[in-house]
């Protein structure tokens, strides 16, 4: 099976943890391949490239609308109009609940790159991941 490669993070990027479930945001990411999120629950943390890739998935694009917005300063508003008045042009979007997914298609079934002689479980999955656009791409 090819590798993909993932693609880069953004600011806003919403990331869900494989091991405890939980979300985390990005918050800003740099050229060094470094990038920092803010956790639901536990405030910074500070990841590599590689540490995403293999204990995050990117949650895909959310097509609904936020419900609060978050500053970069930490302060909650319902109104992202009320943060670019006072001038906070980086706020984060916050939603209800991750995005769900539809299932494949049969077409989409047939399209899934699979080795020719058999897979792993592993492979199954995460060729399902990429049909749905999380994990790697």
Request: aromatic residues 10%; charged residues 25%.
């Amino acid at each position: 099976m090819s590798k993909h490669a993932p693609r880069p993070l953004r600011r806003g990027d919403r990331l869900k943890c494989m091991e405890s479930g939980e979300y985390a945001t990005v918050w800003s990411t740099s050229k060094s391949g470094r990038a920092y999120i803010q956790w639901a629950t536990s405030g910074f943390g500070e990841y590599t490239e590689e540490q995403i890739g293999e204990h995050f998935w990117i949650v895909p694009e959310i097509e609904q609308d936020p419900v609060a917005w978050l500053s970069q300063g930490g302060d909650v508003s319902r109104s992202k109009k009320h943060f670019d008045e006072m001038g906070f042009v980086d706020s984060i979007p916050l939603y209800t609940s991750p995005a769900g997914f539809t299932p494949l298609t049969d077409e989409q079934i047939d399209a899934l790159e699979l080795p020719p002689n058999g897979c792993t479980m592993r492979e199954l999955v995460r060729a399902i991941e990429r049909a749905h656009g999380i994990g790697e791409e």
